[in-house]
C-alpha cells in the first residue's frame, strides 16, 4: 500500500484573517518545519494556539507537526479540533484522513475503526471540494488498503490523475495496482501493457520503470530489466536520488559477467554522489571505550524476512550489562516476526515515515554509539541517513554482501571465507571486520522442518537435484552448469523451485532443452507455503548452489532439511557464502572450484550412495550443533568487533 503525507496548512482555510502576531507564529513554525526543525516549529504553532485557540489554521498545523514526530493520536485529536472549530475546512478533513490511514494499526479492529474514519474523512474533504485531487488520491489508498475495494481503488485513482496529470503517485498507484491484480492472475503480458501504457503518458516516470524492470527480471529477462534500470538512472534528475542507484547496484550483482572492479567502481560512484548531497552530522559523545554500548540496528526486514534469521539469535543473545539495543524499522507491516523483534529490543522506532533528516535526529538523540546497516543496497534501505553520520561507529552487515561505497560507513563485517584477507580490501569503501567462523548465524523461524527421509535415490535408483535458491539468481551460466550435472548422471532430474509465472517457466525450460536437456527431466515447482516447502526434500537428494550469487538463507534451510549443498567458489564477496556455510559445517568437500568442476566433484561425492544417506540423516543435529546456530559464541564475536571499531574511534579523538 502506498500513502503519502502532505503538508496542506489551514491559513487559506481559515474563515477571517488571523491575527498578525499568529500568522506570524504559524509562518515561523513552518519555516522550523521545512528545515526538518519540528519540536521547534510543534512549540510556535502551540504559542499560536495559546493567542488564538479558534485558530482553524493553528491545529492543522500542530497535526501536522504531530504527524512528523510519529504521534498520530495527538495529531488526529488535533485535526478533529480543527473541524469542532471549522466544520467545512476541507485541508482539515483531508490531513484528517491522512493521520487515520498512516496511523498504526496494531490489531485488525483498529486497522478497520481507522480506515473507515480515513474514508469518511477523505469523502467529506471531496463533498467540500471535488475537483481536489490529492482527496481523490487519498480516498484511493485508504480504498486499496481495505483490501476488498480495489476497483473503487483505481476509480479514485484515476480521478486524481484526472484532475492533475502531474500527480505523479496517483499515476503510479493507478498503474501499479492495476499491474499488481494481472500479477496475482499470473497475467505478466497483461501488466507488461499495463505499465507501458503508463510509461507512455508519463515518459521516463521513475517508479514506473523500476517496477517494469522487477516484473521484467521476474520473467528471467535479467539484462532487458537491466537496461531499464539504466535509463531511469541516467535520465534522472540532476538532484541525487538514493533509491534509484540502489535498485541499479542490487541488480548488477546477479550479471555473471561483471566483474568485481566494475562493481565496486558503480559503488563507490553511489558513495560519492550521496555524500555529496548531505552534509555530515557534528556528535558530542562520551569517549570512554569500555562503557556500555548503545547499539542501533536499521532495516526494513524486521518481519517474515530472511533477515529475521539471522538477526533473532543476536538480539536474543546480546549481553545486556554490555550493549543496549535499539531497532530502527523501515516498514509498514507487523507480524510475528515483528512483534518478537520488537520484544527482544530496549528501544523501538518505527521509521517508515519519518524523512532522513528526522531519522538522523532520532538516533542522535538515542545516543546510539554503534548503528548497524542491516539493508546495504537492498529494498527499503537507509543508507542515506548513515551518509549523514548519525552515530560515531557505523557498520553494514548481513542483508547486503558488499560494498555500500560510502566512505562514511567505518566498517563492513564479514568473515575470512567470504572476504579472504589481502584480497577484498580494494572493493571495499569500509574496513572489514571479520568474524572467527562465519558472517551467518542462523535461528529457525516458523515451523520446524521434517524429520529427514530416505535419500530418494535408494528407491528410484536415479539422482534427484534441486535448486531452492530465488529464481532471480538464475542465468545462463547456471543453466550451463545444469546441463552438465544432468549430462553426468543419466536418468537424473532437476526440480527448480520458486517458478511462479509462465514467463519464467518458458525461459528456464528454453535454456534447458537449448543445453541438451529433455523437458521431462525439470520439474519447475511454484513458491509455496513454509510447510510444503519444507515436505519438498523428500523427494530431492541434494541441492545446487547457483552463482555468482550463492545462497545464504536457502543453504541453511537446506542444510536443517537434511540436503547436502554442492555450491561454487567464486571469487568475489556474494559469489562465496556457500564457501563460508559449508565450511563452518565441515563439508568443505561439496565445494567445487569452478562451474565446470561440478560434475566431477558430484561424481567424487555421490560414489557411494550410502554415504550420501548417512549424511542426510546426521545434518540437521550437525547444523543445530554448529557454529552456524551458536547464537551465544556469535554473539559475543559480534561484541567484540562493535567494541573494537568503538575503541578505535576513541582513540582517534
Given at each position: ?14 474563515p ?24 521547534e516549529?510543534?512549540?510556535?504553532y ?6 488564538a485557540?479558534?485558530?482553524v ?8 507537526a ?70 481523490s488520491?487519498?480516498?484511493g ?45 499470473k497475467?505478466?503480458g497483461?501488466?507488461?501493457?499495463v ?21 521484467e527480471?521476474?520473467c ?5 530489466g ?14 541525487f536520488?538514493s ?8 541488480a ?17 560512484r ?5 555524500e ?22 536499521v ?9 529475521a534469521?539471522?538477526i ?8 545486556r ?31 517508515a ?12 538523540e ?19 541517513v ?8 557505523q ?16 566498517y ?12 577484498s ?18 535461528e ?16 528410484h535408483?536415479v ?44 525461459w ?36 545446487l ?31 562465496r ?21 561440478m ?12 554415504h ?11 547444523m ?25 574511534w576513541?582513540?582517534?579523538?
Amino acid at each position: 500500500m502506498k500513502t503519502w503525507f502532505s503538508r496542506l496548512t489551514g491559513k487559506a482555510a481559515a474563515p477571517a484573517a488571523e491575527p498578525d502576531t499568529v500568522s506570524m507564529l504559524i509562518a515561523q513554525g513552518q519555516q522550523r518545519e521545512d528545515l526538518g526543525e519540528v519540536t521547534e516549529a510543534l512549540a510556535l504553532y502551540q504559542q499560536a494556539l495559546a493567542l488564538a485557540p479558534q485558530s482553524v489554521s493553528g491545529f492543522i498545523n500542530q497535526g501536522n507537526a504531530l504527524q512528523l514526530s510519529n504521534d498520530y493520536t495527538a495529531a488526529i485529536a488535533s485535526y478533529r479540533q480543527a473541524l469542532v472549530n471549522e466544520p467545512g475546512s476541507f485541508a482539515a478533513w483531508l490531513n484528517l484522513g491522512n493521520a487515520l490511514l498512516n496511523a498504526p494499526k496494531p490489531d485488525q479492529a483498529t486497522r478497520k475503526a481507522l480506515l473507515t474514519e480515513a474514508e469518511a474523512a477523505y469523502r467529506a474533504a471531496l463533498r467540500l471540494r471535488p475537483d481536489w485531487a490529492e482527496a481523490s488520491f487519498g480516498l484511493g489508498c485508504v480504498l486499496e488498503e481495505d483490501g476488498d475495494l480495489v476497483e473503487e481503488a483505481c476509480a479514485a485513482y484515476r480521478r486524481a490523475s484526472e484532475l492533475d496529470p502531474a500527480h505523479d503517485k496517483a499515476v503510479f498507484n493507478l498503474a501499479d495496482l492495476e499491474a499488481a491484480q494481472l500479477l496475482d492472475r499470473k497475467e505478466l503480458g497483461a501488466a507488461r501493457r499495463v505499465l507501458r501504457d503508463g510509461l507512455a503518458r508519463h515518459p521516463g516516470h521513475h517508479r514506473l520503470l523500476i517496477r517494469l524492470s522487477d516484473l521484467e527480471r521476474d520473467c528471467g529477462q535479467l539484462r532487458t530489466g537491466l537496461k531499464l534500470l539504466r535509463e531511469v538512472v541516467d535520465n534522472s534528475p540532476t538532484t541525487f536520488n538514493s533509491a534509484l542507484h540502489t535498485v541499479l547496484l542490487f541488480a548488477l550483482n546477479f550479471l555473471p559477467e561483471i566483474t568485481a572492479e566494475e562493481l565496486f567502481a558503480a559503488h563507490r560512484r553511489f558513495g560519492g554522489l550521496a555524500e555529496q548531497a548531505v552534509q555530515p552530522l557534528r556528535l558530542e559523545v562520551d569517549l570512554d571505550p569500555d562503557r556500555r554500548l548503545r547499539v542501533g540496528y536499521v532495516s526494513p526486514d524486521f518481519r517474515q524476512h530472511p533477515v529475521a534469521n539471522f538477526i533473532m539469535p543476536v538480539l536474543r543473545h546480546h549481553d545486556r550489562s554490555q550493549v543496549e539495543v535499539f531497532c530502527y524499522h523501515n516498514h509498514d507491516g507487523d507480524d510475528e516476526a515483528t512483534r518478537t523483534i520488537r520484544g527482544l529490543s530496549d528501544g523501538w522506532r518505527d521509521i517508515a515515515k519519518l524523512g532522513d533528516e528526522m531519522v538522523a535526529k532520532q538516533i542522535v538523540e538515542d545516543g546510539i554509539d554503534v548503528l548497524v546497516d542491516l539493508a546495504g543496497h537492498t529494498s527499503g534501505n537507509r543508507l542515506m541517513v548513515f551518509a549523514k553520520r548519525p552515530a560515531p561507529v557505523q557498520i553494514t552487515w548481513l542483508g547486503y554482501l558488499g560494498t555500500t561505497g560510502l566512505s562514511r560507513m567505518d566498517y563492513r563485517v564479514c568473515d575470512a571465507y567470504t572476504d579472504p584477507p589481502g584480497e577484498s580490501e580494494v572493493f571495499h569503501s569500509e574496513q572489514l571486520l571479520r568474524l572467527p567462523d562465519s558472517q551467518w548465524c542462523y535461528e529457525q523461524v516458523g515451523p520446524a522442518p521434517l524429520p529427514p527421509t530416505p535419500l530418494p535415490y535408494l528407491t528410484h535408483g536415479v539422482w534427484t537435484f534441486a535448486s531452492y535458491n530465488n529464481p532471480l539468481k538464475l542465468n545462463e551460466k547456471v543453466f550451463a552448469m545444469w546441463a552438465a550435472v544432468l549430462k553426468a548422471f543419466p536418468g537424473s532430474r532437476l526440480r527448480v523451485f520458486g517458478i511462479d509465472n509462465h514467463e519464467m517457466e518458458t525461459w528456464v525450460r528454453s535454456q534447458c532443452t537449448g543445453l541438451g536437456i529433455t523437458s521431462d527431466r525439470l520439474i519447475c515447482v511454484p513458491r509455496t507455503h513454509v510447510e510444503a516447502y519444507y515436505a519438498s526434500a523428500a523427494d530431492v537428494d541434494l541441492a545446487l548452489d547457483c552463482f555468482p550469487y550463492s545462497g545464504g538463507t536457502t543453504t541453511c534451510d537446506n542444510l536443517l532439511m537434511g540436503l547436502p549443498v554442492a555450491s561454487v567458489a567464486g571469487t568475489r564477496t556474494i559469489a562465496r557464502s556457500g564457501v563460508s556455510l559449508l565450511n563452518v559445517m565441515g563439508l568443505q568437500d561439496w565445494l567445487a572450484a569452478s562451474p565446470q568442476a561440478m560434475p566431477d566433484l558430484l561424481r567424487r561425492q555421490l560414489a557411494e550412495p550410502g554415504h550420501v544417506a548417512a549424511l542426510r540423516a546426521e545434518l540437521p543435529s550437525r547444523m543445530r550443533a554448529s557454529a552456524l546456530m551458536d547464537g551465544r559464541r556469535f554473539t559475543k564475536n559480534l561484541e567484540m568487533l562493535y567494541r573494537e571499531g568503538w575503541r578505535r574511534w576513541c582513540a582517534s579523538k
